[in-house]
């Protein structure tokens, strides 16, 4: 029998959450209540968990990506129990603000959720190419479309999104990435986080 097998694949999860304009309301207001008290919030990524509140916003968020982990694993094929814990932080970029192509190291998965994006038309000075405010993820094998044809798979080594509120994505934590620039005077907020596994010898493979 001849197979086809898609070999060494990333699970990468796009999902758009329902209902979740007051749930954003409340988080805006809570991450510029912690951005008034320290005005490095985003920087101070470590420090800062979004999350580690009770308050309406905060609650539906963490109910929300343990679901979707909760899916990522089921999906995977993962039939055991896994303990996790979420580190979040909150990003709030202003104009030219970016992130440079970046990992997670020592998160399983990693994530962000989408609170505001800037609403106005990029201005007319800029570079036609430019895309503001997009995420970019890389093909983890470098240089695998180097001698790629159209339709073969390999042809794209990014994949690009541009976010809208609402919107939670999670991907494996070792997946590069980079966060375009903001290009507008209006904010973009969103909620990043790390799923980091609180460890069990349970997890490793049998060999
Ligand atoms: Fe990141």
Redesign the pocket.
Known sequence: MTEFIDLFPTKFVKRPLADFEEPNRDLIKHVREMEKANKSLTTDYRENNPLEYDRAGPNWLRAQINDTVIAYLKDVGIDYAVNWQIHAWANVNRMGDY?DP?N?PHAYL?GTYYLKLPTDAPKKRHRSDVRPNHISFYDPRTGFNMTSIKRDPYVDPEFTVLPEPGLLMMWPGSLM?FVHPNLSDETRISL?FNIVLKWSDDYLPTQ
Do not use: P
Request: proline residues 0%; aromatic residues 0%; without cysteine.
């Open positions: 992130q970046h997670h990693s990435h990043s």
